[in-house]
C-alpha cells in the first residue's frame, strides 16, 4: 500500500497523461498459492499447509487470462514485492 500511495502521488504531480498505469512492484511474478506461500513464510508460519488449486476450479463470470502479469513499462520502477510485503508485516 505505502509503494501504490507513493506511486499515485508520482503520477499526479508529474501529470503525466491519461491512460492505464499498472502500479506493481518488481519481482518474479507469483501465483495466489506463491504468493500466501511468501506470506507464511515471511510470518515465520511452516506449520501452515497450504494446497495449491488450479484457477479453473473456481469458475468465474468472467473469463481469465491463464497469465496476466501486470506490466509497469510507464512508471519507475518498485522494490521488488517480497520486500515491500516484508515491510508490511513488520518484519
Known sequence: APDMAKQTKYLIEQ????GIYHITNEGLPVTWYG???AL?????RNDIKL????ADKFP???KRPKYSVL???KLLPLRP??????EFLGR
Open 71 to 73: 506490466l509497469n513499462t
Open 35 to 37: 504468493a500466501a506461500r
Open 81 to 86: 514485492w517480497p520486500k515491500a510485503l516484508k
Open 40 to 44: 507464511f513464510m515471511i510470518l515465520g
Open 51 to 54: 494446497t495449491p488449486v488450479a
Open 60 to 62: 468465474r463470470p468472467a
Open 15 to 18: 501529470k503525466l497523461p491519461y
